[in-house]
């Protein structure tokens, strides 16, 4: 190999170091970046400035008891909603148990205890504290199995409707022989009645007044008739 083929190859060699040198030089020129002082992103939260102010968070509504709404509720909606239970459970009298146990009778049979279904040692320990499932147990149990029943296997998320559990808990009463009785819902106290003001004294009534005697008006005297 001659050295003029040896000086080419060098000078593309060459050439290529300058290009690749160059274009990080440009790359970094372009793409320059100013890194903040202190990484992260700062959030800043908006005072509420008093009642009703710009920045105050929406007051979270309050869940009546579930006494209440079972009043209102549908066991025909609440069977719908219950198919999202169906892969796991069965509701005959009866049935199989699944992944999860049979929900015939659920309401006031004690938690843990039905038969064949081998339960998980969190829910054995939450029926031995807890007689019985009521409509409260279930209402707050549905509403985040795992965070009621610490440690239990059921993978269930939970309902965060209300009325939706209203509606299957409503259902689940329907799946018995003899339905619990529903629970009677709390009247809402009433307010203390005001005191009344101390109402003024009447003034005493007079005495009526003796009537004067009425004066006796003078007969008039008839003229005797004149003799014709």
Known sequence: MDSFTLNKIAGAILMVLLLT????????????????????YEIVVADAGGEGGAGEAPAEATVEPIAVRLASADAAAGEKVAKKCSSCHVFTKGGENRVGPDLWGLIGRKPGSHEGFSYSSAMTEFGAANPEWTYDELDHFLTSPKEYVKGTIMGFAGLRKPEERADIIAYLRTLSDNPAPLPAAEAPAEAAPAEAAPAEAAPAEAAPAEAAPAEAAPAETTPAPSAN
């Open 21 to 40: 040198m160059g274009v990080g030089i440009v790359s970094d020129i372009i793409f320059d970046t100013n890194p903040p002082g202190q990484p992260g």
